[in-house]
């Protein structure tokens, strides 16, 4: 680990010291149910920077909007990515973002702390409660109900996917709601959606007819991904080989990450974009997209194209695939031929 990052991860654990006791006398919020409850404005804080965990919250978002569709909705982010995945949410008010170097925008980092003091809101959710940041934000803000992510054991037996981070916010807000008189709502947990335009999703349609030249439908794959979570060059060939053999009447095309590196030797048609919604609308031209753990990963949800998550940590409980007939493969058990099993029935039931 080099120096800078252990520096990062015993600041991190300095202030998870500091904030774990946030919001632990909130859990028994007094409400009065005499008085009219209206929910205009919400915000919702993942200070984070990363691809898939501001993709993640989108599910959040569009619940929200869907129970209060005339309430605004700020976001508490980190970095620029929140407007551009954002971009088609009509509900978003304030996009509030957190320098990705606060140490070194020392001006601007103050300044997005006096914006939240100054906003009125009506609730508050803090979204991961190991978040420091979010956290502090959420006990920071002026509002009347303020969730800070506590893990909620009663929850948690009632719901077998609690556990994922893009479902717990939703089942807690929920949660709430009936607290505050609203009818329970049972309906389906919203999906990973980048709200793709028809425009973006004609053009990657264009963008695809352009790479293979041909009718047959197509497969898209993305070998690489950050720290373990990457499989080996060796993994990929193996793995790609047999994805050739398996599916000679698909196109099989590679989704390049910003690092313009490929796992297989870029063997396969590729392609590469810096432009998160271009990446996406790609996708969502492509019958099923395979990859291991990753923000394109979640992208590829996001365009509501069936996902195959390959995952080599035991985290896939927490950030596996859903909806769209959308799977997780451990790879740490089975073999390929249990793997392919699992894309035939994938393939199958999206045909």
Known sequence: MSA????????????????????????N?????????????????????????????????????????????????????????????????????????????????????IKIKNQKYDIVINVDKNSSS??????????????????????????????????????EFRSFLTKLGFAKNENAIPS???????????????????????????????TYATDDKCYSESWWEEFYARLLKEYPQYNIIEVLPVENISQIGFKAPTFYSKDVREICAVIANTEIFIGADSGIMHLASASLTPTVGLFSRDNINMYKPYNNNSEAI???????????????MVLSKSN
Not at 17 to 25: R, V
Not at 38 to 51: A, F, G, Q, T, Y
Not at 159 to 164: L, N, P, Q, R, W
């Open 192 to 222: 990973i959606d980048l709200k793709l335009s028809s425009l973006e999703i004609n053009t990657g349609s264009k963008i695809i007819s352009d790479l293979v030249k041909n009718d047959k439908k197509t497969i898209s794959i993305f």
């Open 29 to 113: 919020q007094q409400i009065d149910l005499s008085q009219k409850i209206e929910i205009k404005k919400v915000l919702i804080s993942r200070p984070n920077h990363r691809l898939g965990n501001l993709l993640l919250i989108t599910p959040l978002v569009q619940d929200v909007a869907s129970v209060f569709p005339d309430c605004k909705i700020d976001l508490f982010v980190k970095g620029g990515l929140a407007p551009i995945i954002f971009e088609n949410y009509k509900n978003i008010n304030y996009i509030i973002e957190l320098p990705k170097k606060p140490f070194k925008n020392l001006i601007d980092y103050f300044k997005v702390w």
């Open 330 to 344: 451990n790879t740490n058990t089975g073999t390929i031929e249990d793997w392919i099993k699992i894309i035939n």
């Open 4 to 27: 800078l990052k252990k520096i990062n991860e015993f600041r991190r654990n300095i202030t998870r010291g500091l904030t774990k006791n946030i919001g632990s006398s909130q859990k």
């Open 134 to 171: 979010g956290r502090l934000s959420a006990q920071f803000a002026d509002a009347k109900y303020k969730f800070f992510g506590e893990l909620d054991e009663e929850m948690q037996l009632a719901h077998s996917d609690y556990e994922h981070i893009a479902k717990y916010p939703i089942y």
